[in-house]
């Protein structure tokens, strides 16, 4: 099956929040409503379900509590339950590195043994986390190494969460009993820019990022959040009504026959299609803009009738221009464009009136730049002739 024959929904499996033969319900990743349920058939009644929901959320997202008996305000019998009935699972931390420039890579194993990516990058002013939605990804865009491995299965909500939380452990966010109020955020941002297309996991992305977004708990602004697309056209509307952050769409060509190699879901959903659905975006969002995210590839599409192009067709959308030096990887088709091509791309990008940012390169040292996330087991041997040739170069 091509690219362009690929159905909207991709029919993966995800692992189940209740394991078979009466395992335990994991409470990590579930909403409100979910919560409620699941308590009430455990046996809370409903009248207490809300305030039980209310208590629980906050222990799970607030203080980060990972186990009943600390549960304090409940009562024993009513902990004993939970804990007889329920689990607290967040993935596991297989490795940690750390890169010169401070930039944190977290390898994750997660249920049937699959491994993820979530990278940290702490700046002056924030600090981003780069989350991943997929096990692998089946968009094979050829100048991205998390392309290069196949898609095994989506996360959970649950496993989309716990890489929050899991950066908030290592960082020493969450806050504690009897401590003065801190209102520094180490964990400011949240991206959806890691392994897999967030669009073709898109339940499971809202949900756990409605869980990341409540106010009684990690209390991230739908404008801390970034979901980022490779255009998916048909789930671009449905971003904007159920969840609202802010998009980013990996963009990379100005034209179709260039991007066809680049994005090869530009075979399903061409320039005109995608640029057609963002214009509606930030209307129906409420988002301020639209980042459109460009990777400067060495001869491809770095030259400035590329700049005037792109500056032409993103005419009326409210937006900035990501421009991304080419993060290199073992065996990759591309080479990264000498900087002062790049900035005069920049130039003609900002003279039109649009930001146009350049993006410091972060983590390389650690493979942990943006393109760069695969799995550390299924990180496959390729050659450059074969990578080219499956990219179609």
């Known amino acids: 099956m091509t690219q362009s024959q690929a159905p909207i929904t991709q029919d993966v499996h995800t692992i189940p929040r209740k394991l078979p033969e009466g395992g335990k319900v994991n409470l990590i990743g579930l909403t409100r409503d ?48 939970l804990d007889e009935k329920f689990e607290i699972t967040l993935p596991e931390i297989v490795s940690k590195q750390v890169s010169e420039d401070g930039t944190r890579k977290y390898l994750l194993k997660i249920a049937g043994g699959h491994e993820v990516e979530a990278v ?36 959970t909500p649950g496993e989309i969460v716990g890489q929050v939380m899991l950066a908030r452990d290592d960082l020493g966010e969450w806050p504690e009993k009897n401590s003065p109020k801190n209102e520094t955020r180490l964990v400011s941002n949240v991206v959806l ?26 209390s991230l602004s739908r404008r801390r959040i970034t979901l980022s ?24 060509a100005t034209t179709d ?26 209307r129906l969002s409420n988002s301020e803009r639209i980042t459109f995210e460009y990777v400067m590839l060495k001869g491809v599409n770095d030259s400035d009738e590329d700049a005037r192009r792109l500056v032409k067709l993103i005419r009326g959308i409210p937006a900035k221009i990501n421009l991304i030096p080419f ?25 039109a009136g649009y930001a146009s940012p350049i993006r410091t390169p972060r983590g390389e040292d650690i493979m942990a730049a943006c393109g760069q996330l695969k799995s550390a087991t299924e990180r496959a041997r390729k050659s450059r002739a074969q990578i080219q040739a499956e990219a179609g170069l």
């Open 34 to 81: 979910q919560l409620r349920a699941a308590l009430i058939e455990a046996g809370t009644p409903e009248k207490q379900a809300k305030m039980r929901v209310g208590q629980i959320w906050q222990w799970l997202y607030y203080w980060g509590v990972r186990d009943f008996a600390a549960m304090t305000n409940l009562a024993k019998d009513y902990r004993a339950m």
């Open 120 to 155: 940290y990058i702490p700046e002056e002013s924030r600090g981003t986390l780069c989350i991943s939605s997929q096990v692998g990804c089946t968009l094979t865009c050829s100048f991205c190494h998390t392309g290069t491995q196949k898609l095994v299965r989506n996360l």
């Open 193 to 218: 820019m890691g392994m897999g297309e967030p669009l073709y996991n898109f339940e499971n992305v809202r949900d756990a990022m409605q869980v990341v977004m409540d106010g009684e708990g990690i």
């Open 229 to 252: 697309t490779s255009g998916v056209v048909p789930e671009i509307a449905k971003t904007a009504e159920e969840i609202g952050c802010l998009l980013a769409v990996s963009f990379h």
């Open 257 to 282: 026959e260039v991007r066809d190699k680049l994005v090869p879901i530009n075979k399903r959903w061409n320039i005109e299609t995608l640029l057609n659905a963002l214009r509606e975006y930030p």
């Open 327 to 351: 993060n290199e990887w073992p065996g990759a088709p591309y080479e990264r464009s000498d900087w002062e091509r790049i900035e005069s791309f920049a130039d003609i990008i900002y003279k």
